[in-house]
Every structure is written in C-alpha cells, then in structure tokens.
C-alpha cells in the first residue's frame, strides 16, 4: 500500500471517550470503512471527555474484525464499532 500525505478525519459526533456503555454514533462505521480504504492516518474529531469537556483530536488506528466490527485504538483506549453504528469505548488502564 502506498502512503498518501495528509489526514482522514473521522467526525466521532460527540463521542464521549469516559462513558464504558453502548453509544450510538450515526455514520461512524461507514467513515471508518472508506477511510481505511483510502489508507490514510486517521483523525478523530468533535470527541468529548467526560461532562462535555472536549478532547479533539485524537489520533487512531483502526483494524476490521470480522463483517461487522472495526476497532480503533487511541492511547490507554479501545473502540469498538459495530456495523449498526454502536460504540462502545473501553479504557485499557484500570483506575484503583
């Protein structure tokens, strides 16, 4: 695969990078489809952290598992998106 210069950016929406439950994103599993296709860095933007702080951007990484599921990583987390556009966000570190 041949590197292209510049970014894809990935509208997450209002993501909220704290909340470990389902969220529904509308359109991020399509845009994470054609940006892996297109074979750019990925950019995430319009995320939030917490109660509406906002904390954009962040840089992803992004790999298909399966028809229906792709998983981002960012830093300490892990973002799972399903075909029906549910996120769900996981933080690798456990808090004492």
């Known amino acids: 695969m041949e590197m292209t210069s510049g970014y894809t950016l990935i509208d997450c929406r209002g993501l909220d990078l704290t909340l470990e439950s389902e969220q529904t994103i509308p359109g ?3 845009q994470l489809r054609t940006a892996m296709i297109v074979g750019k860095p990925l950019i995430g933007c319009n995320c939030i952290w917490g ?3 906002p904390l954009t951007p962040i840089h992803l990484f992004a790999s298909q598992r399966g028809e229906n599921l792709i998983v981002c990583n960012s830093s300490i987390l892990n973002i799972n998106v399903t075909s029906s556009d549910v996120v769900t966000v996981q933080n690798l570190v456990t808090q004492a």
């Open 28 to 30: 991020i599993y399509a």
């Open 51 to 53: 109660t509406a702080k």
